[in-house]
């Protein structure tokens, strides 16, 4: 009748960087039958891979993935620890992380990307890149639950209208504040209840 809640998201990590620095690993380590990981990423895929060492150290991103669901890889030295690195394609990181759960005789779910407060022409941006449908073919292929999380949070926000939604944004374009996470976290709840079928349900509250 309960369900422990336990995150463990980090700011600012790709798929590729939420492995390489251990992240990952922990929450495999930690994983049982009957978990379920709620997986979701893409907005820090599409930093640099490598970026060149003239720039800042304290603007360095190089956390990027290749922007494919292929095999392909590249070898780089990392500008960022100085040693030899092999960059994979955004899909194998998720696969690999989707595989991981099942392996531990978990549930992963996928969820699609978050929506920034961009406007064209009265339309709240959808795309982003190619993350979300990276994401919804990931968790197709392997059979696992797809939340669109990008359609869900658009739909509402072309609802809202872009005043409203300005005022979820305080800093940037790209991060809510409390109100638009606490929106945002009532959609991930409608989605997940929204699955067919949905083995949360009953685990979670009304109000999404």
């Known amino acids: 009748t309960k369900v422990n809640v336990v995150n463990r998201a980090r700011a600012g990590r790709s798929t590729r ?21 709620l997986i979701q990423f893409g907005h820090n895929d599409s930093s640099p891979v490598n970026e060149d060492a003239s720039v800042p150290r304290d603007k360095i991103r190089s956390r990027g993935t290749l922007p ?25 990181y ?3 992380m989707v595989g991981d759960v099942k392996a531990k ?26 993350w979300r449908e990276f994401s919804r073919q990931v968790a197709a292929t392997a059979g696992v639950g797809f939340v669109d999380l990008t359609r869900l949070i658009a739909d509402e926000y072309q609802r809202m209208g872009p005043e409203k939604v300005k005022a979820l944004f305080p800093e940037d374009t790209t991060h809510t504040g409390k109100e638009g996470g ?13 699955m067919r079928p949905s083995p949360l349900t009953a685990l979670l509250s009304a109000k999404g």
Not at 74 to 92: A, L
Not at 105 to 125: F, K, M, Q
């Open 17 to 37: 960087t939420f492995i390489t620095e251990g992240s990952w690993g922990r929450i495999v380590e930690a994983l049982k039958p009957g978990d379920f990981v």
């Open 105 to 130: 005789g978990a549930t992963p779910i996928v969820l699609s990307i978050t929506v920034r407060n961009r406007w064209e022409n009265g339309r709240v941006e959808r795309a982003n890149g190619p």
């Open 182 to 194: 606490d929106l945002n976290a009532a959609l991930v709840v409608a989605g997940l209840k929204g």
């Open 94 to 96: 998720l696969r690999q």
């Open 68 to 92: 494919s669901l292929g095999e392909e890889s590249v070898n780089i030295t990392n500008v960022i620890t100085g040693k030899p690195e092999t960059v994979h394609t955004y899909g194998w």
